[in-house]
């Protein structure tokens, strides 16, 4: 098992940047994928991001070129970088993991964090 706990969210005009973060209960190299997900107002939840074992990321359309998602080993910790931020990208941020590949954010997810809200205005 893993708990996950998210921080980092808050209130930005359009164009800034925000670094959300999850701390892990265990070691985050020995989780086999971990992940952001997001879920909007009335609308469903959607993947951002994964990156796993070996450091191999996925990233949904829409943030490309904008999200980085990285780990600290060392933290037992895991960041998503979002810069040029855009209103749309108003959600509330869910951190996730599971133990099993292949990894990708179209994959399951067995553990997650509450959520952090972040609010993008324009």
């Known amino acids: 098992q893993v708990q996950l706990v998210e921080s980092g969210g808050g209130s930005v005009q359009a164009g800034g940047s925000l670094r959300l973060s999850c701390a892990a209960s265990?070691?985050?190299?020995?989780?086999?994928?971990m992940g952001w997900f997001r879920r909007a107002p009335g609308k469903d939840r959607e993947g951002v991001a994964s990156?796993?074992?070996?450091?191999?990321?996925t990233y949904a359309d829409a943030v490309k070129g904008r999200f980085t998602i990285s780990k600290d080993n060392a933290k037992n910790t895991l960041y998503l970088q979002m810069n040029s931020l855009k209103p749309e990208d108003t959600a509330t941020y869910y951190c996730?993991?599971?133990?099993?590949?292949?990894?990708?954010?179209?994959?399951?997810?067995?553990?997650w964090g509450q959520g952090t809200q972040v609010t993008v205005s324009s």
């Open positions: 265990r070691v985050v190299s020995s989780i086999a994928c």
């Open positions: 990156v796993d074992m070996s450091g191999r990321t």
């Open positions: 996730a993991a599971d133990n099993s590949l292949p990894c990708a954010i179209w994959y399951y997810f067995g553990y």
